[in-house]
């Protein structure tokens, strides 16, 4: 339950810029149930107050709740923001459309609620930078910058043409625009991996298994060798801050937690052996539950595809061992080169009630979520507490038509139940004064 303030008698100062809810219940991001009718007071970028008791604001805008649901923002823990409104071919050849293309989807993630999204590979800096300067509207960006990858490994999506490899030789398109970048040896690892934190980074990415969407990178191969991800590792440490690792199989998984990974991306065809050894490490595991759609949108008779087939079947038997074994699981979708299933984000998280309440479902993709975001330390660009509505957390904040406790498909149709969106105490959506 919300531990809410009661103040008597409090008059709060207030500006123009300040905002009062009034007449909400609130979820917090953390508990099973709404609050009691309450007021919060948003003062510039954070929640100054949250009483049950009226809140004495001379001069805020006044938003009149009626009972609504007030919930912290939507994070999105696997996110690829600069890999969704283009091709993988215009990604790598036109970064210049690419950007503005992602720059429009970034306005449509945040009209979904979504005011956070973590960027596990892409080129995402530039955009990141726009919208935290206002140039244009979006979700806070946590980067990891290029997917590190190796020859012929998930996310080496190069030409046949692009070989013989020479290091130290020319880049690619794909390297050159920062989609993903390929290293062969502990040595480049440190470099690359020191080149996405000078960019920015606030963790680095690996694929240390094979993937669905790369062609030349079978599922059951192990890419990265040991001293390769402990390099990867060593070098977040040295920043403060963590490596998640992509990785299906058990092979992939048990290597990446050798070496100091401090979250699973994936992990759909792992064992029961690796749930357990996840959660006795207190191994973070980020999960999505993939639409059936990004399956069977797959050529049939492709490679792409009959790796999907194979994933797909350990999607739910994922989530059930993370159940099982209590896995710190983060929530995310995964979506690539597809803005028609990009719209589909808030479905995505509705999904979850295969297998969660949804107050779990919602937890997980707020303060569960925040968690994860917060394991970036020092190089975490927006310090502050997010994914929970809570004195002194920053203020992301969404008015629900409803109660998403009762009803989670609520968030599926975010247009119409939306009805306030808030991300750093600017309202960027009001349907209430329409």
Known sequence: MLAVAIVLGLCATASADDVLFENVRIF????????????????GNVIEQISTD????????????????????????????????????????DIGFATLA??????????????????????????????????IEGPRIYPSGAMITV??????????????????????PMEINGGSIVVDSPDEVRLRAREQFMQGAVLLKLTAGGGVSSPHSPLDVTTFTAPELRAAVEIAENWG???????FTPEAIQMAIAAGVKCIEHGFLMSEADAKLIAE?????????????????????????????????????????????????????????????????????????????????????????????????????????????????????????GNPLENLDLVADPTNNFKIIMKDGVIYKDTLTE
């Open 151 to 172: 020859t012929s490994g998930h996310g080496d999506f190069r030409q046949m043409s692009d070989l013989p490899r020479r290091v130290g030789g020319l880049f690619t």
């Open 241 to 247: 801050t963590y490596v998640a690792a992509h990785a």
């Open 54 to 93: 009226l809140i004495e604001a001379e001069g805020a805008q006044r938003v009149a709740g009626n009972g609504r649901t007030l919930m912290p923002g939507l994070i999105d823990a696997h996110w690829h923001a600069m890999l969704i409104a283009t091709g993988p071919a215009e990604t790598m050849n």
């Open 102 to 135: 992602a720059g429009d989807e970034a306005t449509d993630t945040l009209m979904r609620g979504f005011t956070t999204v973590r960027d596990v590979g892409g080129p995402a800096f530039g955009l990141k930078r726009a919208i935290d300067q206002g140039l």
């Open 281 to 401: 490490k207190d191994i973070w595991l980020s999960l999505q539950p993939l639409h059936e759609l990004m399956r069977t949108s797959l050529r049939e008779g492709s490679v792409e595809r009959a790796k999907a087939d194979e994933v797909w079947p350990g999607i739910s038997r994922t989530y059930e061992l993370a159940k099982k074994y209590k896995i710190k699981t983060a929530w995310g979708t995964d979506v690539l080169f597809s803005r028609a299933m990009a719209r589909k984000q808030g479905a995505i998280l509705a999904s979850l009630a295969r297998w969660y309440t949804p107050a779990e479902a919602l937890a997980m993709a707020t303060g569960t979520n925040a968690e994860l975001l917060a394991l970036s330390g020092k190089r975490n660009p927006y310090p502050g507490k997010l994914g929970v509505v809570e004195e002194g957390a920053l203020a992301d904040l969404l008015l629900v038509e």
């Open 28 to 43: 917090d991001g953390k508990g099973a149930a709404l609050s009691a009718p309450s007021n919060v007071l948003v003062k």
